[in-house]
Nanobody, 122 residues
Framework: QVELVESGGGLVQPGGSLRLSCAASRNIFSINTMGWYRQAPGKQRELVAAIGNEATINYADSVKGRFTISRDSAKNTVYLQMNSLKSEDTAVYYC????????????????WGQGTQVTVSS
């Protein structure tokens, strides 16, 4: 089974910065898109940012200019640099990857990490 492990969440004051990391491992043949989603209490999970394997990038309008997604394909790792954090960025952040597995039938499926809490508060 494919495994995604996130790290880097925590408590930060408004205006501060955090960097999230997500490493994918096990039974990977290739990875297409990697991305970050978030879910605040009482709200639906939403896309924050995504990056394709040709560096095509999408951002939610609410984070444009503040967040930067990047990827190290050699390490199967995606990062999210979050600057100028606001209280409304408080949420559980989830990593998602579209992975083609290295075992038959070599299907491409979406896999999720366990989530990491980001809290922006003074």
């Amino acid at each position: 089974q494919v495994e995604l492990v996130e790290s880097g969440g925590g408590l930060v004051q408004p205006g501060g910065s955090l960097r999230l990391s997500c490493a994918a491992s096990r039974n990977i043949f290739s990875i297409n898109t990697m991305g970050w989603y978030r879910q605040a209490p009482g709200k639906q999970r939403e896309l924050v940012a995504a990056i394709g394997n040709e560096a095509t990038i999408n951002y939610a309008d609410s984070v444009k200019g503040r967040f930067t997604i990047s990827r190290d394909s050699a390490k199967n790792t995606v990062y999210l640099q979050m600057n100028s954090l606001k209280s409304e960025d408080t949420a559980v952040y989830y990593c998602k990857a579209r992975v083609t597995t290295a075992y038959p039938p070599y299907l491409a499926s979406d896999y999720w990490g366990q989530g990491t809490q980001v809290t922006v508060s003074s």
